[in-house]
Each structure stands twice: as C-alpha cells, then as structure tokens.
C-alpha cells in the first residue's frame, strides 16, 4: 500500500493527473494597424509587441484573471456570431498558429476578443464570429 501510495506521488508530480485544458466560447471580431482601428502607434500592442498574424486582444474584464497578457491559445472558428454558418472558414488561417495575448481592446467590450489580421478586407471578411478558445498556457512563462 505504501509503495501504491508513493508511485501515485510521483505520478502526480510528473503531471500524470494534468488538468484538462480551459475552454472558452467567446465573441472574437478582428482588427488591423489602421489608426482608426487602433490609437497613434498602430503597429505596438499595449505591451509593447510588434503586430502580427498571431496577436490577440483580450477584453479588460478577461485581462486579469482568464487571459492575462502572454497567454498562448488555439482558435477554433465556430461560425458567424448570430447563426453560426461558415464555422471553419477560417481554420486554415488558425490551424497550428499558438496566438499570444498582447493587447487589450475598449473599456466597453465584455467577455470578447479581438483577432489582429494583416489587412482590412480580410478583417471584415472575418466580421463577428464565435470562437472557441483553447488555453495553453495562462500568462507569461516564468510570470515575466
């Protein structure tokens, strides 16, 4: 019994019981470095980050705790937001790209994330979809 107990220990230690990761169905919009998207320094995310394809804005109130800046998630396109048709339609663009939380949207969105996209029409091409988001790592690596 106490050999059982000491493996399960271990086992525990290396991970063996990992937490299934954290999910979330989420409004997602995007957005490019125009000034009028954005403020005066349109290619720097609040955190100082270049843009790119794989930059993400969180809203304030999943910036604390949910998602805090350089959080790594996948996306997964679940369709327009009001009746869910064309889900998938931009899994090619998401597939095998880790998005990295960098910048923070208006004081007025909620429970919403914005996808940085490198030009206009593909960002309203993308208009307002759902998005389930999967979190690989919440934050910084090391709590930088």
């Given amino acids: 019994m106490r050999k ?86 931009f899994d090619p663009l998401f597939s095998g790209l880790l998005f990295v939380v960098e910048d923070t949207m208006n004081k007025r969105k909620r429970q919403q994330i914005d996808v940085w996209l490198p030009d206009r029409s593909l960002a309203l091409k993308f208009g307002v979809r759902r998005v389930k988001v999967v979190v690989v790592r919440r934050g910084r690596a090391g709590g930088r």
Avoid: C, M, N
Wanted: hydrophobic share 40%.
């Fill in 4 to 89: 059982l107990f000491a493996l399960v220990l271990v086992l525990a230690g290396l991970g063996a019981y990992a937490q299934p990761p954290e999910v979330f169905l989420l409004k997602a919009t995007a957005y490019t470095s125009s000034r009028h998207e954005t403020d005066a320094t349109p290619h720097l995310t609040a955190t100082g980050a270049r843009t790119r394809l794989g930059i993400l804005a969180v809203s304030r109130d999943l910036l604390d705790e949910e998602l805090p800046y350089g959080s790594l998630v996948r996306l997964y396109d679940l369709g327009r937001w009001q009746d869910g048709k064309g889900a998938g339609t």
